[in-house]
């Protein structure tokens, strides 16, 4: 059971309307690296853990969290958007080139032109001044972005990238708009991703120490089933050499310099005639319903 608490984790709205940066900020809702992104990924790993409650409970709790962030940016989106239009209409007029092609025939399309290339205009014909499920330049939110594979170490390593990602962002972002109420509420995100990474850190710790997983993931499949020669080999499969200066090229690893192929050049047989694909014999043209087999064309 879910409970809604009206009052938002934090939020301070915005000064003035903007609906370029509203459409910059539909990144964080919608994006690969978004809040639905780490909400859904959270809820679907407690959901699944198996594991001790701690980490569920855990799960959840920060899954729960990331429902409010999204309201948080849905509120701020709103806000950008709201009186938009207009004020979009007067500030193109302020450019004198603008001001120019707006004096033409039909200034209302140039208008709406200039609306459509500096907002997106879904805020206005779909959403009606709100925010959507879609990242900054449109493309809906995917169920696919999201990791619960059951395992809690390569779900929370996962986690941590997802967080890395996102805080980077986010102070993308900040950087983009000198709009005070949205840089302290951008603040509060960012804090709030500051301490997620560092949670996952944490928990990834701790997963260690519970002797519940450990590297490489998954731990407790058989190293004797690995080709083991090559489970500490660095190639190096590019031009220079520069890559045997890091630590994953020594203390423990073996760093080979010209590597060469394991394996023979593959040579496929010749594909199933009914599919008809291409081939470099002769193929049979098989009746469909008799199935008979008859020999038609020469390989060259």
Same mark, same amino acid.
């Given at each position: 059971?879910?409970? &809604?608490? *009206?009052?938002?984790?934090?939020?301070?709205?915005?000064?003035?309307?903007?609906?370029?940066?509203? *459409? +910059?900020?539909?990144?964080?809702?919608?994006?690969?690296?978004?809040?639905?992104?780490?909400?859904?990924?959270?809820?679907?790993?407690?959901?699944?853990?198996?594991?001790?409650? *701690?980490?569920?409970?855990?799960?959840?709790?920060?899954?729960?969290?990331?429902?409010? &962030?999204?309201?948080?940016?849905?509120?701020?989106?709103?806000?950008?958007?709201?009186?938009?239009? %207009?004020?979009?209409?007067?500030?193109?007029?302020?450019?004198?080139?603008?001001?120019?092609?707006?004096?033409?025939? +039909?200034?209302?399309? %140039?208008?709406? $032109?200039?609306?459509?290339?500096?907002?997106?205009?879904?805020?206005?014909?779909?959403?009606?001044?709100?925010?959507?499920?879609?990242?900054?330049?449109?493309?809906?939110?995917?169920?696919?972005?999201?990791?619960?594979?059951?395992?809690?170490?390569?779900?929370?390593?996962? !986690?941590? &990238?997802?967080?890395?990602?996102?805080?980077?962002?986010?102070?993308?972002?900040?950087?983009?708009?000198? $709009?005070?109420?949205?840089?302290?509420?951008?603040?509060?995100?960012?804090?709030?991703?500051?301490?997620?990474?560092?949670?996952?850190?944490?928990?990834?710790?701790?997963?260690?120490?519970?002797?519940?997983?450990?590297?490489? %993931?998954?731990?407790?499949?058989?190293?004797?089933?690995?080709?083991?020669?090559?489970?500490?080999?660095?190639? !190096?499969?590019?031009?220079?050499?520069?890559?045997?200066?890091?630590?994953?090229?020594? !203390?423990?690893?073996?760093?080979?310099? !010209?590597?060469?192929?394991?394996?023979?050049?593959?040579?496929?047989?010749?594909?199933?005639?009914?599919?008809?694909?291409?081939?470099?014999?002769?193929?049979?043209?098989?009746?469909?319903?008799?199935?008979?087999?008859?020999?038609?064309?020469?390989?060259?």
């Amino acid at each position: 059971m879910f409970l &809604h608490t *009206k009052r938002l984790q934090y939020f301070t709205p915005p000064e003035s309307p903007d609906p370029i940066y509203a *459409k +910059k900020m539909q990144e964080l809702i919608g994006g690969v690296f978004g809040e639905m992104t780490v909400m859904m990924q959270y809820l679907f790993q407690g959901w699944n853990c198996r594991g001790p409650a *701690k980490y569920r409970d855990m799960l959840l709790d920060i899954g729960t969290e990331e429902i409010g &962030h999204i309201e948080i940016l849905s509120t701020m989106i709103a806000q950008l958007l709201d009186n938009a239009p %207009v004020q979009m209409q007067e500030d193109g007029a302020k450019d004198p080139v603008v001001g120019a092609v707006m004096g033409g025939e +039909k200034p209302e399309g %140039v208008i709406m $032109d200039i609306m459509g290339a500096a907002m997106n205009p879904q805020h206005s014909i779909v959403s009606g001044l709100g925010a959507m499920p879609q990242d900054s330049v449109g493309f809906p939110w995917n169920g696919r972005f999201i990791i619960a594979s059951g395992n809690l170490m390569a779900d929370f390593r996962s !986690n941590l &990238h997802a967080e890395s990602q996102g805080r980077l962002q986010a102070v993308r972002l900040y950087e983009m708009t000198r $709009d005070p109420g949205v840089r302290d509420t951008l603040s509060f995100l960012i804090a709030r991703d500051s301490m997620h990474q560092k949670q996952w850190l944490a928990a990834i710790e701790e997963l260690e120490a519970d002797g519940l997983e450990s590297t490489p %993931v998954p731990s407790r499949f058989p190293t004797e089933l690995e080709k083991s020669e090559a489970a500490n080999q660095f190639w !190096n499969n590019s031009e220079g050499t520069e890559s045997a200066e890091g630590r994953w090229a020594k !203390n423990g690893f073996e760093y080979v310099a !010209n590597p060469q192929p394991l394996g023979e050049e593959p040579v496929l047989p010749p594909g199933n005639a009914r599919l008809y694909t291409t081939t470099g014999i002769a193929t049979p043209t098989q009746d469909l319903k008799s199935g008979s087999t008859s020999q038609k064309g020469t390989a060259k």
